[in-house]
């Protein structure tokens, strides 16, 4: 039974999803196995037609899948989730369901690179038109919507110059459309942003990050807000596979145990790195979303709990600079993926957003000169430190 019915969200962290198991392990065990043993051939036939509830296959559920599913579902507020073999896997599990030829998306234009390329280059190969918008400005994204707009698909904030979005207007303009709202809300986490009780239909992650948050696993998972809803999409998962295997949900679920603390102290160093570089000489301009200069600050300080752990900066020198800095910083690792509890730096326009074109690329900000950084949870004097020893050749 889970514990944590109505209490707050650091006790559902370490609670949430965990059953009661034979010999009355703590943690719930990792069910590495692809099938399950029937009682006898009438009940394999109840499971399959569904009269009876029971594991059948793994790619259709299993015990240590289904804990974590139920842990991030409960944190997010919705009903049922289901576990994906990576971040994109769930955006295409959302596709799939919700999208058929001839039907239109709306997408933020600030969304990970690969999400970009999936709706301009693969999802239109079967009829299914995307237009890119600012999702941020409320105006562009009602002049958008056409008769056959089935999805509103954003990031907030956006990967990689942290616009945000209001999810509560944006889910009435798209509502008394017919259309549902589907949230990526990979860079805050339920923690500082629960985009279902704010109207979205559908919350994704790529669990690869702060969920995780240890740099080890690359998942992701679907919330769905209704049980028919998880139904609908469940047989549509069970169609295309691409579902987490048991252990590395046994390592998210595991994760998301210090899911409150790790998002404080990400949260914590990520102002003060962002303060830090707001001062320095050689940088043109910080996107931190807890910023007062960020032109979103407001709405970001009214639909979540704080700046997460991603900070975007433009360099006066441009790209020279910014291969000086990512050549030289100390303590920051030179790598793309986010979220874990160790500090990163990368180069969107080379590297996480290289896969779009140059003209969505500038039109959504992403500039030759824009550096991204994961703030880890390691001591701020040391980050602050190592940057510097990058931005002294900038
Ligand atoms: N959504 C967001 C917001 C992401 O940042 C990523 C990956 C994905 C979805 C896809 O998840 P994956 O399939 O990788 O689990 N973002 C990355 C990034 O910014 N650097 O490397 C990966």
């Not at 997408?107 to 390329?117: D, E, I, L, Q, R």
């Not at 079967?126 to 105006?139: A, M, P, Q």
């Not at 779009?356 to 991204?372: F, N, P, W, Y």
Request: hydrophobic share 40%; charged share 20%.
């Amino acid at each position: 039974m889970d514990t944590s019915d109505g209490m707050k969200i650091g006790t559902k962290c370490v609670h949430s999803g965990i059953k009661e198991y034979e010999f009355g392990p703590v943690v719930p065990p990792i069910y590495q196995t692809s099938t399950f043993k029937f009682k006898d051939a009438d009940h394999g036939a109840r499971l399959f037609r569904g009269e009876e509830f029971g594991y059948i296959y793994t790619r259709m559920g299993n015990p240590t899948i289904e804990a974590m599913e139920d842990a991030v579902a409960e944190l997010e507020q919705g009903a049922k989730a289901i576990g994906c073999a990576s971040g994109m896997a769930a955006v295409n599990l959302v596709f799939l369901a919700l999208t058929s030829q001839g039907d239109h998306v709306i997408c933020s234009n600030t969304v990970y690179g690969p999400t970009t390329s999936y709706l301009s280059q693969l999802l239109s190969r079967f009829r299914v038109e995307t237009t890119f918008v600012d999702t941020s400005n409320l105006d562009e994204v009602e002049s958008s919507f056409r008769s056959n707009t089935k999805v509103v698909f954003f990031e907030t904030p956006g990967n990689p110059t942290l616009s945000v979005t209001d999810i509560q207007k944006i889910s009435e303009m798209a509502h008394s459309r017919g259309a549902k709202v589907v949230v990526d809300n990979t860079f805050m986490s339920p923690i500082l942003q629960q985009p279902l009780v704010l109207g979205a239909d559908i919350v994704v992650h790529s669990m690869t990050k702060f969920l995780n948050g240890h740099a080890d696993v690359v998942t992701g998972i679907v919330v769905l807000k209704t049980l028919e809803e998880y139904q609908q999409f469940r047989k549509i998962s069970n169609l295309v596979g691409g579902v987490i295997d048991p252990f590395n949900a046994f390592l998210v679920h595991r994760g998301i145990k210090t899911l409150e603390i790790r998002m404080q102290k990400h949260c914590e160093n990520a102002l003060a790195i962002a303060k830090y570089l707001e001062r320095h000489p050689k940088v043109e301009r910080v996107w931190y979303p807890f910023l007062p200069s960020h032109p979103h600050n407001e709405l970001s300080k009214k639909q979540t709990k704080g700046g997460g752990g991603i900070i975007s900066f433009e360099l006066k020198g441009g790209l020279e600079s910014c291969k000086m800095v990512m050549n030289n910083v100390r303590v920051w690792q030179l790598a793309v993926s986010l979220g874990g509890v160790e500090s990163l730096i990368q180069h969107p326009a080379s590297m996480t957003h290289s896969s779009m074109s140059k003209e969505l690329r500038l039109q959504a900000g992403i500039t030759d000169g824009l550096v991204r950084l994961s703030v880890g949870i390691e001591d701020v004097d040391d980050l602050i430190w190592g940057l510097e020893q990058g931005l002294k050749f900038a």
